[in-house]
T-cell receptor
Framework: AQTVTQSQPEMSVQEAETVTLSCTYD???????LFWYKQPPSRQMILVIR??????QNATENRFSVNFQKAAKSFSLKISDSQLGDAAMYFCAYRITIQGAQKLVFGQGTRLTINP | AAGVIQSPRHLIKEKRETATLKCYPI?????VYWYQQGPGQDPQFLIS???????DKGSIPDRFSAQQFSDYHSELNMSSLELGDSALYFC?????????????FGPGTRLTVL
């Protein structure tokens, strides 16, 4: 069964500094998608970044980038120049595809605090 | 850009009552997913629909049912509500079969069962 593990329940960083959130997953599939979602206090689930497993190049979206290590089944999120608005719960997610149907399996989440 | 719309945003019900949650996907998205997020937990997949047919089912209680209509909106019906059903219910949608790899979430419906 596919599982997603986030080993850091909480992280904190000084404003303007860089922070890395960890995520590991377990799968027997060779082609899959990984995502990071952000959930601020409003509880909205906001897509931050996605990575296709067949792409060797790490995805980047402005200040957000990933370090995708397929062999190690690791998918960490790096946030550069942290801003107060980055404070949120961050969920790593793996997309499962079964007979054409898809669903997301989430990790337990990492609560990120930004210190001014 | 248009987003996923969910209604109502907040709902308070008594035990054993019935609730109906509605989801309107992003225009031209044909796949809808429902997730349940309990307090302090990660979202758990409930059920999904593609082209008005159920495509996958997760840990959804038998007391819950859902469907997708001809205009692609979806409704989650919950009967005999229990205290443990109190949670944030998300609907997500994704685009056509070729590009339906990314799910976009609505704002959620917060259900409180008293």
């Amino acid at each position: 069964a596919q599982t997603v593990t986030q080993s850091q329940p909480e992280m904190s960083v000084q404003e303007a500094e860089t922070v890395t959130l960890s995520c590991t997953y377990d799968t027997s599939e060779s082609d899959y998608y990984l995502f990071w979602y952000k959930q601020p206090p409003s509880r909205q689930m906001i897509l931050v970044i996605r990575q296709e497993a067949y792409k060797q190049q790490n995805a980047t979206e402005n200040r957000f980038s990933v370090n995708f290590q397929k062999a190690a089944k690791s998918f960490s999120l790096k946030i550069s120049d942290s801003q107060l608005g980055d404070a949120a719960m961050y969920f790593c997610a793996y997309r499962i595809t079964i007979q054409g149907a898809q669903k997301l399996v989430f990790g337990q989440g990492t609560r990120l605090t930004i210190n001014p | 850009a248009a987003g996923v719309i969910q209604s109502p945003r907040h709902l308070i019900k008594e035990k054993r009552e019935t609730a109906t949650l509605k989801c309107y996907p992003i225009p031209r998205h044909d796949t809808v997913y429902w997730y349940q997020q309990g307090p302090g937990q990660d979202p758990q997949f409930l059920i999904s629909f593609y082209e008005k047919m159920q495509s996958d089912k997760g840990s959804i209680p038998d007391r819950f049912s859902a469907q997708q209509f001809s205009d692609y909106h979806s409704e989650l019906n919950m009967s005999s509500l229990e205290l443990g059903d109190s949670a944030l219910y998300f609907c997500a949608s994704s685009p056509d079969r070729i590009r339906r790899d990314t799910q976009y979430f609505g704002p959620g419906t917060r259900l409180t069962v008293l």
